[in-house]
């Protein structure tokens, strides 16, 4: 991971919802090495509540979560 920024808006603004930005970079130690991206957001006490599944996701990219839920903490 060369760089990971999250940024969450816990009022309902003009949406609707509660939502949680995510913007992240992901490079190889060795330039020659493969890297495989999957982006996920569950629920950090319940794992299989998930918001966000992407298993093929870009080495680098920009997601929004939507729907969170107050006082709760994500993974």
Do not use: C, F, I, N
């Given at each position: 991971m060369?760089?990971?920024k999250t940024d969450s808006d816990p009022r309902?603004?003009?949406t609707?919802?509660?939502t949680i930005d995510v913007?992240?970079?992901v490079k190889p130690c060795d330039?020659?090495?493969?890297?495989?991206?999957e982006s996920r957001v569950t629920e950090y006490a319940d794992p299989s509540a998930v918001l966000w599944d992407d298993?093929?996701?870009p080495t680098?990219?920009?997601f929004t979560v939507a729907g969170?839920?107050?006082r709760t903490t994500y993974a």
């Open positions: 060369s760089s990971l309902v603004g003009e609707g919802l509660a913007d992240y970079s330039s020659k090495q493969v890297v495989t991206v298993p093929a996701a680098s990219g920009r969170v839920k107050l």
